[in-house]
């Protein structure tokens, strides 16, 4: 079923959910990693130019996930679920798909802001469309990395919830957007 249910994810949701999260976590190792290189170490170029790439990939699945949400809305939460529980769902949820598109563009801010362009796995580049300020980079760098690390840890209490739901209130709910 490529569409969503009335109990569950459908194929295309699960599979933009699980690209997006996977490369997401992937990003924010890889970031954390890439600050701690030096000019001269080995890998500093292609770890960064791989970063890049792979957030605007994050941008682009982000993008096809909120137009697809349009066409098959997410299945409603569990009637067993307290007003306060759907309230918390469905503001991390927001701030999540929120960092989906700012942790890409602010990348791209920062990667762009001397008008050089995207490189994407060495094949072509995205073109720098506009030039920043230094204010305008350090400010987009700050938010980048701030919004990073607090991705991460609203992605594990995402993790956390949907493991909860499913082991301890036994509601389905992490069953819904697993592969059956």
């Known amino acids: 079923m ?14 933009l959910h699980w690209t997006i999260a996977l490369l997401t976590l992937g990003l924010v190792a890889l970031g954390a990693y890439m600050v701690e290189l030096g000019y001269y170490d080995a890998g500093y170029y292609e770890t960064r130019d791989w970063h890049k790439s792979l957030g605007l990939i994050v941008l682009v699945c982000a993008g096809l996930f909120i137009g ?24 991390a949820h927001h701030l999540l798909y929120l960092m989906m598109f700012v942790l890409p563009v602010t990348g791209y801010i920062i990667t762009t802001a001397e008008a050089k362009p995207v ?11 506009f030039v920043v300020s230094d204010f305008v980079r ?43």
């Open 119 to 129: 490189p994407m796995f060495g094949l072509f580049s995205i073109p720098a469309f």
């Open 138 to 180: 350090d400010l987009a760098t700050e938010v980048h990395e701030w919004c990073a690390y607090g991705t991460a840890v609203l992605a594990a209490g995402h993790a956390g919830a949907a493991l909860k739901h499913q082991f301890i209130d036994r509601d389905g709910i992490l069953s819904r957007m697993l592969w059956r």
């Open 68 to 91: 697809w949400k349009a066409v098959s809305p997410s299945p409603p939460l569990p009637a067993t679920m307290s007003r306060l529980q759907r309230g918390a769902a469905n503001g």
């Open 2 to 15: 490529l569409k969503n249910g009335s109990d569950s994810y459908g194929l295309v949701s699960k599979l």
